[in-house]
């Protein structure tokens, strides 16, 4: 099982929400997950390093979605896990 990374409780709630929305921002995720700032950065980074997720810029704000080729296994893992 390659992927047992991704079914990590935290990180299944932040694509949960990513998959309710378009992009969300590093604050609306914090706010709404009720996460710690360095908690989610890490989370993202790993999401981003394992390409499932991608930030953008836009002025001082980073948002977050996921990767359009990414969402139906996305879509899978999170069906699996709820």
């Known amino acids: 099982m390659k992927n047992l990374w991704l ?3 935290k990180r299944v709630a932040i694509l949960q929400k990513l998959l309710s929305c378009d992009a969300a921002t590093g604050c609306d995720l914090r706010e709404c997950l009720k996460m710690k ?3 989610l950065s890490y989370h993202l980074k790993v999401l981003r390093d394992k ?3 991608e930030e953008t810029k836009e002025g001082r704000d980073k948002y977050y979605k996921i990767r359009s ?3 139906p296994f996305v879509k899978t893992v999170v069906s699996v896990v709820d």
Do not use: C, P, T, Y
């Open 51 to 53: 390409g499932i997720v």
């Open 37 to 39: 700032k360095a908690l």
């Open 69 to 71: 080729r990414k969402v």
């Open 7 to 9: 079914f990590d409780e």
